[in-house]
């Protein structure tokens, strides 16, 4: 049946690739002007009790100040200069629709307290904190499910209902290339089925994660394919196929961080080189065939576990 040890994905963790940073993000933002004074700044961080604030010169983000350059400025006795001296100007930001997995690895890379949030545009839309991560994360979690358990406990008799040797049921999505603003909708989609046929939520979080990242591959590399799964009552298997590029060297694609993604698709939060290593992390069973020029055949089995009933 496979081992389940060190596979197991957390209700949370499944969170962070359902939400994006919209979701989460403090949408009216204190900001302030590079021409104002590093004492008017202690003014408007205690008023607003935040610990840093975007700076916007003629609606355009220039920069961020935070509560650590204000306690130097005090040390210096320079609470005469302005905040366009202090602020840091090589600003990182996060995109509006990027899944807050994508913000939670940003958090954990530069350990920065917030990052401005934009859109695909350039324009600020709201700041993210790892609190607001932690408070939408516990507000998800408080969702009335009253109506999805309705719906779980019809579908889940399925398997019970159907007389026959053997059986399955094939759910097909189609993932179009280069569509960012559509990315996550099929592995999203495929999580709400299973949830209403009954299968155990420890096994959905983890067909979760593998069909997200097999989905996102589809929408980076290639121009677009089909994420198809087949659930049995013992099993979830997940095909990722396209008539993409190829992988060239697939051991090597293997390799943490190694990423062929272009530097667009990294600036927009993407291809970090983690989604072939989290997806074998999540399955019993992953196959991987490619051929350049040709493209990728992807399978990954899931076992419901032992006893599991659907």
């Not at 002007?33 to 840093?52: F, Q, W």
């Not at 569509?179 to 096994?203: E, H, M």
């Amino acid at each position: 049946m496979g081992e389940n040890k060190g596979k197991e994905v957390t209700k949370l963790q499944e969170l962070t690739y359902e939400l994006k940073v919209s979701d989460a993000m403090t949408k009216n933002v204190v900001t302030t002007a590079p021409y104002v004074t590093m004492a008017e700044l202690r003014e408007i961080l205690r008023t607003h009790r935040i610990s840093g604030t975007p700076v916007l010169e003629n609606g355009k983000l220039v920069g961020v100040v935070s509560l650590e350059d204000l306690i130097n400025a005090l040390a210096d006795g320079e609470l005469d200069v302005t905040v366009g001296e202090k602020m840091v100007r090589d600003v990182n930001t996060l995109y509006a629709d990027e899944h807050l997995v994508h913000a939670v690895g940003q958090f954990a890379r530069f350990n920065f307290g917030r990052f401005p949030v934009i859109d695909r545009k350039g324009q600020l839309v709201g700041i993210l904190t790892q609190g607001d991560i932690m408070r939408a994360l516990l507000r998800e979690l408080e969702v009335d499910y009253h109506t999805e358990e309705i719906r779980r406990y019809r579908a889940s008799h399925i398997f019970q209902d159907i007389i026959a040797d053997e059986t399955a049921l094939v759910f097909g999505y189609h993932v179009i290339g280069k569509d960012f603003n559509a990315a996550g909708k099929a592995s999203s989609s495929l999580k709400i089925t299973l949830n209403r046929l009954g299968i155990p939520p420890p096994v959905i979080r983890r067909v979760a994660v593998a069909a997200y990242e097999a989905e996102m591959n589809l929408v980076i590399y290639t121009a677009g394919g089909e994420i198809v799964a087949e659930v049995q009552p013992d099993r979830v298997r997940i095909e990722a196929i396209d008539s993409g590029p190829g992988i060239p060297d697939i051991e090597q694609a293997m390799q943490p961080g190694y990423s062929t993604a272009p530097e667009w698709v990294r600036e927009m939060g993407f291809g970090a080189g983690m989604g072939l290593i989290n997806i074998k992390s999540c399955s019993d069973v992953m196959r991987l065939d490619s051929t350049v020029d040709v493209g990728t055949h992807l399978e990954i089995v899931i076992y419901t576990g032992e006893g599991a009933s659907l």
